[in-house]
Structures are given as structure tokens and as C-alpha cells.
């Protein structure tokens, strides 16, 4: 077999084999195959797409790349949940507990923020004392006997979707449905789960900016999650505007607790509950997604959700006193606010700038081992629909930098405003199952 055969197969459109993936994949691991060719490759893939037959062999080739988690000794149906990246989506901090206090397992692991986005390990690292790496025994013992446990990715889950995102980044092949749906999903099926709940965001903060592109990467890993026997669900969230007030690590935790207590804004409240009912029906819990949306606001009006989260922090070594008192976490030396120069609404919030003047101000990396700021971030005090004059404060910057006039035009130059009030827009655009 040659990779230059491959490429030109693929180049005219046609479908390769499982043989053929498995031995361009592995052969790329092995550093057999160059990056030039493998680059060719990606990019055939990118024009030319791929059936449902490639997708799901390529899945399947990135997870036998590496390790799959064993999670046979975990009592119940476990269900993990995905998000597709988005800025100020702390909704898995929410969630985990939410879903964990109806004694439904969680056995998560996620990953670090990278560019625009952020990841739920370093806003769990944010708490002082959390840990994020657990001997494989109490990570299980800690799913079994309380219902939740979260760690960072091992290092040897799917390696050949490691070295292809990176070569993806600097290519520009990042955004192709197949190829996403593929990464994404070969970390699910590797990660050991038996239901897979995933969140795919659609808009200015999204890797898919239509909602048309979101239903088709939805619907590719649903099925692709069907045929490897993963029951999955997708729900379509909108991220047109950053979620929530709160962009950043420690300020997001601060966020996520006031979820957790009922005090949290209507966007971030109605997705943490839409995708946590979802997976408690899937895991058994109840019998339908009604049902269960009512008995999780329950849950979260009566206060045990909270009470679920201060247990994960004392189980994972966290300072449980941060929910009572979430000012002791990291707190910046400055607060600059960004004040608006327009009178009338804000019209949109191009989330992908939010997400850059955090990671501008400290809060997130530009490159992988860029160290973070867990003080650092945004708080957005005007969102899409608040009315604003000049003179307002549209955001307000936290940074221990000195330097951060780049970060503060970023940020009010992704403000949009128009005279007339814009239509409130769905938080959620579809579900896919
Ligand atoms: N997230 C992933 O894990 N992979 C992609 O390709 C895109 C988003």
C-alpha cells in the first residue's frame, strides 16, 4: 500500500477502506508517514468529505492508537458528556454534581483550555488543593461510592488524534465535519463510557458558525456513537454570545457555585439542565427528559446539588469552604472596566474575541504549555439585549498584567449595538438522538 495512492483516491472524491485508514493512521503514528503527507491527506479529506462507513473506521483508528479506560468496575450506566468548545462554558462543574446527586456515575475527563477556549481542568485547579490526576483506584472507588469523579485526560488516550488536531491547527483543517466528529468522538469511545450526552455549540464562538453545519456534525456523531453501540444524544447550544457573566477560571468556578445555589443566569441554567436531564434519563434515573428537567430544578432550589459539589471538592482534595466564601479563590490586582461609547442595545458579542482577551489577560494559553492566570479573566456586565449609553460599563477586564491595552480594545470591539431592542435568541437549536 502507498500514501501517495491514498491521497489520490481520496482527492477525487472516492471512499478508502478500513485498511487504508487504519494504515495511513497508524503509519502517522509511527512516524512512518510525514506530515507533508499526512497534511495532503487531511486536506482531501476537507474538500472531499467522507461517508459514514470512513468516519466511523477513523474513529475506531484513533481510539486502537492508543489506551481505552476500563470502567467495568463502576456499578451502573455510565454517561459522559462532550462539549465542542465554547468560552465561558463552566456547565461541566454544574453539571457532574447535578447529575451525580441522582445517583447516575459520572466518570469524567476533560481537557485543557487551548486558544479561545477554556477547559474544565484548569478551572478545577483554580480551587486551591483540587486534584486533577487520581490513582486509577480512587477514581473508581470515588464513582462508586459518590456517584462522581473528574480527571485530566490520560496521556495516552487516542495519540493519533493528539498528533493529527495539532497538525489540523497549523493546516487549517480544523474545521471539517468529519474530521471533528471523528476527534471528538474517539475520545468518548476511548474514555470508557456507556451513553455519551454531547453539547455542540453553533455561532461566533463555535468551530461550526451555522446552525445548518451544527445539525450535520450533531447527526455524523450520533451516528457514529450508534454504530460502535454508545447510545448518544446532541444538543444543538447556541454560542453567539460568551455563556453566562463569567469568562476566565477561578471567576467561572464563582459562577458555576451560584448555578449550583439557583442564583445562576437563564442561558447557563436552562443548557446545564437540558444536558444534565439527558444523561439521567439515559442513565435510568427517570423515566423521561420532563420529568427529569423538573426534578433537577428541584434538586438545585433545595440546595443538595451544591452540597454535591463541596463533596466532589473534599473527595478530589479542594477547599470546600470556596462555596460558602468563593472570594478566597485567586483574585486579580487589577479590575479595568471597558465603557461603551454608543447609546442604544447590544445587538451581538463576537465570543471568540471574549475568549481572546482572556486568554490575553492571563486566563488561557496560546500555546500548550503556556502557564495560567487563575485570577485572570472577563466579567460581562452588558449582554445581547441590555440596553446601554455611553459612559456604561459594557465589561470589565481582571488581569495582573500591566500591559493589557490590546485585550481591552479586542474586548470592546466585539461589542455590536443597534438602535432597535434585537429578538431574544433559543439557547438551544436542536437536540439530535
Ligand atoms: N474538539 C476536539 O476534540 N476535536 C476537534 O476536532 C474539534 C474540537
Given at each position: 500500500m502507498r500514501v501517495v495512492d491514498i491521497i489520490q483516491?481520496?482527492?477525487?472524491?472516492?471512499?478508502?477502506?478500513?485498511?487504508?485508514?487504519?494504515?495511513?493512521?497508524?503509519?502517522?503514528?509511527?512516524?512512518?508517514?510525514?506530515?507533508?503527507?499526512?497534511?495532503?491527506?487531511?486536506?482531501?479529506?476537507?474538500?472531499?468529505?467522507?461517508?459514514?462507513?470512513?468516519?466511523?473506521?477513523l474513529t475506531l483508528a484513533f481510539v486502537e492508537s492508543g489506551d481505552r479506560n476500563d470502567l467495568s468496575a463502576i456499578h451502573g450506566v455510565k454517561v459522559d458528556k462532550h462539549s465542542s468548545g465554547g468560552v465561558g462554558d463552566k456547565l461541566s462543574l454544574v453539571i457532574i454534581p447535578l447529575v451525580a446527586s441522582v445517583g447516575v456515575p459520572v466518570a469524567k475527563m476533560s481537557g485543557r483550555g487551548l486558544g479561545h477556549t477554556g477547559g474544565t481542568i484548569d478551572k478545577l485547579e483554580a480551587i486551591e488543593g483540587f486534584k486533577t490526576v487520581l490513582d486509577r483506584e480512587t477514581f473508581i472507588n470515588n464513582v462508586n461510592n459518590y456517584k462522581m469523579a473528574i480527571v485530566g485526560q490520560s496521556a495516552n488516550l487516542t495519540p493519533a488524534d493528539k498528533k493529527i488536531y495539532a497538525l489540523r491547527d497549523v493546516t487549517a483543517t480544523v474545521d471539517s465535519i468529519p474530521l471533528i466528529a471523528s476527534s471528538i468522538m474517539s475520545k468518548k469511545i476511548a474514555s470508557g463510557a456507556d451513553c455519551i450526552v454531547l453539547d455542540v455549540k453553533v455561532g461566533s464562538g463555535a468551530f461550526m458558525k451555522s446552525i445548518d453545519e451544527a445539525v450535520e456534525l450533531a447527526r455524523t456523531m450520533v451516528e457514529i456513537g450508534k454504530s460502535l453501540n454508545k447510545k448518544t444524544i446532541a444538543v444543538v447550544t447556541d454560542m453567539n454570545q460568551p455563556l453566562g457573566h463569567e469568562v476566565g477560571n477561578a471567576n467561572e468556578v464563582k459562577e458555576a457555585i451560584e448555578i449550583l445555589k439557583g442564583n445562576g443566569s437563564e442561558d447557563e441554567t436552562t443548557i446545564a439542565l437540558t444536558l444534565a436531564s439527558y444523561m439521567t434519563v439515559l442513565g435510568g434515573a427517570f423515566k423521561d427528559f420532563d420529568t427529569a428537567y423538573q426534578e433537577l430544578r428541584r434538586i438545585i432550589k433545595s440546595g443538595k446539588a451544591v452540597e454535591k459539589f463541596k463533596e466532589l471538592l473534599s473527595i478530589q482534595g479542594g477547599n470546600p469552604e470556596v462555596v460558602n466564601d468563593p472570594n478566597i479563590l485567586p483574585q486579580s490586582k487589577y479590575h479595568i472596566e471597558i465603557k461603551s461609547?454608543?447609546?442604544?442595545?447590544?445587538?451581538?458579542?463576537?465570543?471568540?474575541?471574549?475568549?481572546?482577551?482572556?486568554?490575553?489577560?492571563?486566563?488561557?494559553?496560546?500555546?500548550?504549555?503556556?502557564?495560567?492566570?487563575?485570577s485572570a479573566g472577563v466579567t460581562m456586565v452588558k449582554k445581547v439585549g441590555d440596553k446601554v449609553n455611553p459612559g456604561d460599563v459594557l465589561c470589565i477586564l481582571h488581569t495582573n498584567l500591566e500591559d493589557r491595552q490590546k485585550a481591552g480594545q479586542i474586548a470592546k470591539g466585539a461589542y455590536s449595538f443597534s438602535l432597535q431592542k434585537p429578538e431574544p435568541g433559543k439557547y438551544i437549536h436542536e437536540v439530535i438522538q
Open positions: 483516491k481520496k482527492k477525487r472524491g472516492e471512499a478508502i477502506t478500513e485498511n487504508e485508514i487504519n494504515f495511513i493512521v497508524q503509519g502517522y503514528v509511527n512516524e512512518e508517514i510525514p506530515d507533508y503527507q499526512m497534511s495532503a491527506f487531511l486536506m482531501a479529506v476537507y474538500f472531499k468529505g467522507m461517508n459514514k462507513k470512513e468516519i466511523a473506521d461609547s454608543e447609546s442604544g442595545y447590544v445587538s451581538a458579542i463576537d465570543a471568540e474575541s471574549i475568549g481572546i482577551t482572556a486568554m490575553l489577560l492571563g486566563a488561557g494559553r496560546e500555546k500548550k504549555d503556556d502557564p495560567i492566570d487563575f
